[in-house]
């Protein structure tokens, strides 16, 4: 494996496969050491440390596309593999809520708290590529895909009212006021990202606040795309429904995971594809687990002054939707995408997406600012 050596947030340079695991995975990890693997039993040496090598290397790679923006890539042990993991590690809780040939991709923005924007398009207009949305970007930035919106023709209002506006957002944000309102069925699960104290976006469900867990009745019905198993739900036509947390589908989601007095943190996006499979994703219930493990042992200088464990989480537009890239001085790096929907683009087109730019201690103010503060919490409810 080629070596990724960068800075750590948390202090000290990452060289080796093993140790990228245990400082990128935290908690506890940094004894970590890869799980033995009955099939190298008997082999050499030199076969033994390349098969070893090649083990950690498809399970977890650790990559910096630019000073503070740090990729970490997770994939479940394939059948008959012993996981890299040490029993009861947050990576190893994490594979454990991986079906077979996902990904779990985890992009850390140290310091992006404080840098973070909502990029999206004029009232009336079309979905977008990310690629378009993040042209005037300042760089390095790292990008998630946004909020739900009305994404095909024939979706209803709570009051039955067609809806053929395609681009819409769902629920209020900062780059539109023709949004369309959230439908009282989900809208108190429904959050929002502000920036600099005004909506930014509205998404959901609202995943952790402050490190905690929000009680979302997933076993619902209004939270099921086919309660029975077989038969459509007749919520599915409401725009911005929910229904779909009950499917395994390739999800997103933004933490943010601040200082103890507030002064700094760190923004995490997370994205889980599956290569367009709804079946080999992540429910909402699992993906809420997995984001707050993610989120957690993310590295981050914010732990380093007082705080750990205290992130606030929103889920994201997930399927074809879910993104993530770099936007650098060359233009915008594709990390992951969803894949499917009726737009027919290999990468689809949406109302608004988050940027968040480093900002680490000693590049002071030299780099252009990106946005403002950003903070997470429940949608407006009025």
């Known amino acids: 494996m080629q070596k990724v050596n960068f800075t750590s947030p948390l202090g000290g340079s990452i060289a080796s496969p093993v140790d990228s695991v245990a400082t990128s995975i935290g908690s506890g990890a940094a004894t970590q050491r890869a799980a033995p693997d009955a099939r190298l039993a008997g082999l050499s040496s030199r076969v033994r440390a390349k098969v070893e090598g090649d083990r950690v290397r498809r399970q977890v790679r650790v990559q910096s596309h630019a000073p503070g923006i740090i990729e970490t890539s997770i994939r ?21 809520l991986m079906k077979e040939d996902s990904r779990y991709t985890r992009l850390t923005v140290v310091g992006g708290s404080s840098e973070t924007t909502v990029l999206g398009t004029e009232n009336g207009a079309l979905p977008r590529h990310p690629d378009a949305l993040t042209q005037d970007i300042a760089s390095p930035a790292a990008i998630v895909n946004g909020g739900y919106f009305i994404h095909k023709q024939g979706l209803t209002a709570d009051d039955g009212q067609t809806l053929d506006k395609i681009g819409t957002p769902i629920g209020p944000t900062s780059h539109r006021q023709d949004h369309q309102p959230i439908s009282t069925i989900w809208k108190p699960y429904y ?3 502000k920036i600099n104290d005004e909506t930014g976006l509205c998404s959901g469900p609202l995943l952790a606040r402050n490190g905690a867990l929000e009680p979302v009745p997933f076993e619902d019905n209004k939270f099921l795309y086919r309660p029975d198993g077989k038969t459509e739900n007749e919520l599915n036509k409401l725009a911005g429904a929910m229904t779909p947390c009950g499917d395994p589908i390739e999800r997103s ?15 995490i996006m997370h994205a889980l594809t599956a290569g367009g499979s709804r ?29 750990g464990g205290n992130a606030s989480t929103l889920a994201l537009d997930g399927g074809g939707s879910t993104y993530l890239g770099v936007r650098s001085e060359t233009g915008l790096t594709t990390l992951v995408h969803g894949i499917g929907g009726i737009s027919g683009d290999a990468i689809r087109p949406t109302p608004n997406v988050i940027a968040s730019k480093p900002a680490l201690p000693a590049q002071g103010n030299a780099n252009a600012a990106v946005g403002g503060r950003i903070s997470i919490d429940q949608a407006p409810q009025d």
Do not use: C, F, Y
Not at 253 to 259: G, H, K
Not at 280 to 306: F, V, Y
């Open 279 to 307: 079946t080999k994703g992540a429910t909402m219930a699992d993906w809420q687990k997995m984001t707050k493990l993610g989120a957690d042992s993310a590295q981050d200088h914010a732990r380093t002054i007082g705080t």
């Open 191 to 193: 959050g929002q990202v």
């Open 76 to 96: 479940p042990a394939a059948q008959g593999e012993a996981s890299v993991a040490r029993s009861g590690s947050p990576l190893a809780k994490i594979q454990a």
């Open 253 to 267: 989601a933004i933490s943010v995971n601040m200082s103890s007095n507030g002064e700094h943190g760190d923004v």
